[in-house]
């Protein structure tokens, strides 16, 4: 069974960067991959930020970036603020009708 | 704009069936390749299924294959989830959305909680 990997939480100062990392229990993780992202605050529905590793879904801030670092995708966070403060979640299309999600990382703003 | 408002959540017994609806508007449903997405009390995302426009395959994770159905209905541009011989773990809030194109979500519905207690 795969697993997908994600700090389960990170502090950031207001106005860091900040790079949350997505990876395999076994293996790299790869574009092929399809890695995507979401934030959730609690209560909410989650909202789509990056997909197909890099590209920003409609109305997300430059201040998101997705990119494959190593062998994981990874979200980058730069200027950190307040509402920043959240859940992030990535998604990996495993293969032949696998998708599977990563157990997000809770990010404190402090 | 894109919308997805799921309905039919409730409390169930175990064992029981329960159909969930996904209405969608704002978008071309029927070109539109559709997941479910469920997300357990204080857990994280789970991916439960993904069916192509033209239901022509239809993937299942392996914790709901063979329980849960997902379908659709193209004159009500609704999405359905089937679920049958639900347990205590399938409690959740279940989400529909919208697929991207590139094997990722794009519109999440607000959610709908499913309670299997008895």
């Known amino acids: 069974q795969t697993v997908v990997t994600q700090e389960p939480s990170f502090s950031v100062s207001p106005g860091a960067t900040v790079t949350l990392t997505c990876g395999l229990s076994?293996?790299?993780?790869?574009?092929?991959?399809?890695p995507s992202w979401y934030q959730q605050t609690p209560g909410q529905a989650p909202r789509t930020l990056i997909y197909?590793?890099?590209s920003r879904s409609s109305g997300v801030p430059d201040r998101f970036s997705g990119s494959i670092l190593g062998n994981k995708a990874a979200l980058t966070i730069r200027g950190a603020q307040a509402d920043d403060e959240s859940y992030f979640y990535c998604?990996?299309?495993?293969?032949?009708?696998?998708?599977?999600f990563g157990g997000g990382t809770k990010l404190t703003v402090l | 704009q894109v919308q997805l408002v799921e309905s039919g959540g409730g409390v169930v017994q175990p064992g029981e069936s329960l159909r969930l609806s996904c209405a969608a508007s704002?978008?071309?449903?029927?070109?539109?390749?559709i997941y479910w997405v469920r997300q357990a009390p204080g857990k994280g995302l789970e991916w439960l299924t993904f069916?192509?426009?033209?239901?022509?395959?239809?993937y299942y994770a392996a914790s709901v294959k063979g329980r849960f159905t997902i379908s659709r209905d193209y004159s009500k541009d609704t999405l359905y989830l089937h679920m049958g011989s639900l347990r205590p773990e399938d409690t959740a809030v279940y989400y529909c959305?919208?697929?991207?194109?590139?094997?990722?979500?794009?519109?999440w519905g607000q959610g709908t909680l499913v309670t299997v207690s008895s």
């Open positions: 959305a919208k697929d991207g194109g590139n094997y990722n979500v794009d519109y």
């Open positions: 704002g978008f071309t449903f029927s070109t539109s390749a």
């Open positions: 069916m192509r426009s033209d239901e022509s395959i239809k």
């Open positions: 076994s293996g790299s993780v790869s574009t092929s991959y399809y």
């Open positions: 197909n590793t890099n």
């Open positions: 998604m990996l299309y495993i293969s032949s009708g696998i998708w599977v």
